[in-house]
């Protein structure tokens, strides 16, 4: 399985758009990248997911550069409810690993300010 | 639709007792995933279920079992608890076999203290 790294934590406005790396050096041909956001006393929430490029939906942009060696995840203005902790995790589809066990990397503790 | 239910929501033991959560998935998932959270661990995979199979299992002592009955609500049992076992427990669920492309759905998990 890819290991992932991503900074420890992040601080940033209201307002502002952060991004957030993340580093996977070993992801293998048949791996995605999968985001998921996470508040206190919660359970970790599905942001977005992606292979290759650029993908976007409602709440967030994820930037996959062609050696897809790290990813970005992009939260434009954001807000005091975006303060959370950010997981990147990598790993294929069921289908291409018969055993495939989820990793949760230390995640990113991203801290808005007004 | 009725999100990932857990229950109990906290719960209190002491050393060498035994405890079962219970997890209810989304209807109509089929792989129930279980983590164990702590503060110095991080989110750490116990184990997963689907179709009432264990299909895969995270770094854990045998001390921690599961199960999934045939509706898709699974539970989670841990025996001779340990002061360590202190944690944030969340059930996952999703359609197919979570591996890490299959969007999990967690629930608000269990809060187990060990005293």
């Known amino acids: 399985l890819a290991k992932t790294t991503q900074p420890i934590s992040m601080d940033s406005y209201e307002g502002q758009e952060v991004n957030i790396t993340c580093s996977h050096n070993?992801?293998?041909?048949?791996?995605?990248i999968t985001w998921y956001q996470q508040f206190p006393s919660q359970g970790p929430r599905f942001i977005i997911q992606g292979y290759k490029t650029k993908v976007t939906n409602e709440v967030a942009s994820l930037f996959i550069p062609a050696d897809r060696k790290s990813s970005t995840l992009s939260l434009p203005r954001v807000s005091l409810s975006d303060t959370a902790v950010y997981y990147c995790l990598v790993g294929r589809p069921a289908l291409y690993s018969s055993a495939s066990k989820i990793i949760f990397g230390s995640g990113t503790r991203l801290s808005i300010r007004p | 639709k009725a999100g990932v239910t857990q229950t109990p929501r906290y719960l209190i033991k002491t050393r060498g007792q035994q405890v079962t959560l219970s997890c209810s998935p989304i209807?109509?998932?089929?792989?129930v995933s279980w983590y164990q959270q702590t503060p110095g661990q991080g989110l750490q995979f116990l184990f997963e279920?689907?179709?009432?199979?264990?299909?895969n299992k995270g770094n854990f002592p045998g001390r921690f079992s599961g199960r999934q009955f045939s509706n898709s609500r699974s539970e989670m049992n841990v025996s001779t608890l340990e002061l360590g076992d202190s944690a944030l427990y969340l059930c996952?669920?999703?359609?197919?076999?979570?591996?890490?492309?299959?969007?999990?759905?967690f629930g608000p998990g269990t809060r187990l203290t060990v005293l």
């Open positions: 996952a669920s999703s359609f197919g076999l979570a591996g890490q492309t299959d969007t999990q759905y």
């Open positions: 209807s109509g998932h089929r792989s």
């Open positions: 070993n992801i293998a041909t048949n791996d995605y």
């Open positions: 279920y689907f179709s009432e199979t264990q299909r």
